[in-house]
């Protein structure tokens, strides 16, 4: 499977961690999405650095394109891929507006590639054993989640500071958050309210330094995302995630790296982590026919329109009905 | 301080340990608020037991009543009090409709006693810390406020199954949620969206199992309350009640009666708690004039009126906006 790599603003580690459990994967070269970003940490690291892209596909002929430039111009960037005939393993969110997502979605069905975004955090050895556990009925039905992420505000780019480059803190960090609680529910999503500010981001213009998603599902279930930028940088870790759901039988819990089960009949216990899986090799090794997809594209455009209904709800501060 | 007690189907124990720590306040009598209402436990607790609460009302002449009956009756015995000019430390909530909390508010500024509900969780001395660190800016403003209180379900009362006489787990157990948020928010709430369900309540028939609200303030902070009957009989603790609040400067979360504090500059660390403090007896030197009450009557109507706002939100799945 030949793999070029467009950008690198995003997490391109999980192609270099694919090609390391996969031998199929041959990662050729690399190129920046867009003239002004800076690939120079790819050198290296790729045998060939491009300077264009699209130069980049005619000569390599690639099976695979890893994208992963400023979010804004990913979804464009996929859809030249997809026009010839390359399968896209995308930077998430796989699209900022909802023009980009239907136009990239339309584009990936006529084209036939295959398509996945970085939807990786449902790839954590402790989600992946919780989910496991739910989908077995540990817990009885979800009727509540509640996921949280909440990051150190760190160093980042400038484009970060614009809603037109950025898309949204909702969009960048949210989606993981939907994506769990779109993957755990047993329903489907038929109402979003939600609320973003930048007040407190630390200098960093329009991006959101805390969000709150309010999810209704059709069976009455509920779920609330918890966003925010505030993780002191005197905390042990870079992240503070957490997915909590709680159910007539029980509360599976993730949170550092561990899944806590209560039930009612014994005391509380972790669920043995999953074994460690690769996403961008189980991307290759879909595209080849082996498998299905832990995370199939239609799924991630149905989470990248919640992600997107969620900011409209937050702007608008109005909820969205998903009818 | 003499004092009698109407009902026994709440938190009375608030009243005798206000009279252990406060030697001002004597319990006298306790009666039922309602004559189905078994307050045998009452027996040998307190001096005298009546069958009625009106003649004892007339015969004992208290100072203070304190009203735990089944919630649907206990704004009109406090009203039937105030009437009376008896001071009233009542359950929450307050009230479980908006026409009885209306009136309640009515009769309470008319007479001119004191009034105050069992809001009794701000007493926690890990909230208590918590508040006091938030209030003197060690976080920043709170731009995102997450509660959460978790109950075991075990044994309860018939009355708990129906909506006209338990008002409804958001009433009954998120009243405490949106206290803490009122209190530690720094602006008013503008608008609640919330969902609740009575799926998974192990035959509690109407009684909701899980609920969750979103908040909107005014300043465009948000805030999440989720509530739920399902922490397992196996856990360690009755309840599994949290509170996180995070700013620029920080984050302080209350959980397992600690209070964590993150901050950029130094290592997580436990704030030491608050001294203990009991809400009674407050409540009595506050008739007496000696201090002013950590949760006023205003507060407690305002915040009834939150909890009956959200549940409102939750029946009619749509948001209740305020001005």
Redesign the interface.
């Known amino acids: 499977m030949k793999t070029v790599i467009i950008g690198n603003s995003g997490h391109v580690n999980y192609a270099f961690r694919g090609a390391e459990v996969n031998p199929d994967i041959k990662i050729c070269s690399a190129a920046p999405g867009i003239a002004e970003e800076d690939i120079g940490k790819l050198q290296g690291a790729v045998p060939v650095i491009y300077t264009d892209y699209k130069k980049m596909l005619d000569r390599e002929k690639p099976d695979i394109a890893v994208i992963a430039s400023h979010f804004y111009i990913n979804a464009s960037i996929a859809i030249e891929c997809m026009n010839r005939g390359i399968h896209c393993f995308t930077e998430k969110p796989a699209a900022i507006s909802f023009s980009d997502l239907d136009l990239l979605e339309k584009t990936q069905k006529s084209s036939g590639v295959k398509f996945c975004a970085m939807h990786a955090l449902r790839y954590e050895p402790a989600i992946l054993a919780a989910h496991e556990a739910v989908k077995n009925g540990l817990i009885?039905?979800p009727?509540?989640i509640?996921a949280?992420k909440?990051y150190k505000l760190g160093t980042r780019p400038d484009f970060f500071k614009k809603r037109s480059t950025y898309g949204g803190t909702i969009l960048w960090v949210g989606i993981h958050a939907l994506d769990w609680i779109y993957w755990f529910s047993q329903s489907p999503v038929i109402?979003i309210?939600a609320?973003?500010?930048a007040?407190?981001?630390?200098g960093f213009s329009e991006m959101e330094?805390?969000?709150?998603i309010?999810l209704?599902m059709q069976?009455?279930?509920?779920?609330?995302c918890?966003l925010?930028y505030?993780?002191?940088?005197?905390?042990?870790t870079h992240d503070d995630d957490r997915l909590?759901i709680?159910?007539?039988?029980?509360?599976i819990e993730v949170r550092e790296k561990n899944a806590l089960v209560?039930?009612?009949?014994?005391?509380?216990f972790n669920l043995p982590l999953s074994a460690e899986r690769s996403i961008f090799s189980e991307f290759a090794e879909s595209i080849a026919g082996e498998s299905k997809l832990l995370t199939g594209a239609d799924e991630i455009f149905t989470v990248t329109r919640l992600a997107l209904y969620a900011r409209e709800a937050a702007d608008k501060?109005?909820?969205v009905f998903i009818s």
């Open positions: 009885g039905i009727w509540i509640n949280q909440s109402e309210n609320g973003h500010t007040a407190g981001n630390s330094s805390s969000c709150l309010f209704r069976n009455n279930a509920h779920a609330s918890s925010d505030f993780r002191p940088a005197g905390a042990l909590r709680a159910g007539e039988k029980g509360i209560l039930l009612h009949d014994q005391k509380p501060k109005q909820p």
